[in-house]
């Protein structure tokens, strides 16, 4: 598992690449973390190169968003597609994170 972090003006885009499951999501949790405990609020977590989530990779998703939520912010997918879009979709979290096709568009949606 990769994670790379980049950012583009206000927003941290946390891009991740392998498995997220219950080996992987300490690490995540942990990058991620720094991110909102120096006062970051827009997060994008971009799955496009993410094969397979475990429930570990839903409770660490869920945990992020009530986090950032509670600072005043939120998380925006991107790029979930196969098992991992068919995970997020039934475990209902497509309807309470919006989710994208592009970092471009994420990125878009917290400008305006």
Do not use: C, P, W
Request: net charge negative; proline share 0%; glycine share 8%.
């Amino acid at each position: 598992m990769d994670i790379s972090i980049h950012r583009s003006n206000q927003i941290s885009i946390v891009s991740i690449a392998g498995i997220i499951d219950a080996l992987t999501v300490d690490q995540i949790a942990g990058s991620i973390d720094e991110r909102i405990s120096s006062g970051e609020k827009h997060i994008v977590l971009d799955l496009s190169e993410v094969d397979f989530m475990s429930s570990a990779g839903l409770r660490l998703i869920l945990g992020i968003l009530n986090e950032i939520r509670h600072q005043g912010g939120d998380l925006y997918l991107v790029g979930a597609k196969g098992l991992v879009d068919k995970v997020l979709q039934m475990s209902g979290f497509s309807k309470v994170l919006k989710s994208y096709e592009s970092v471009a568009d994420a990125i878009d949606q917290f400008k305006s």
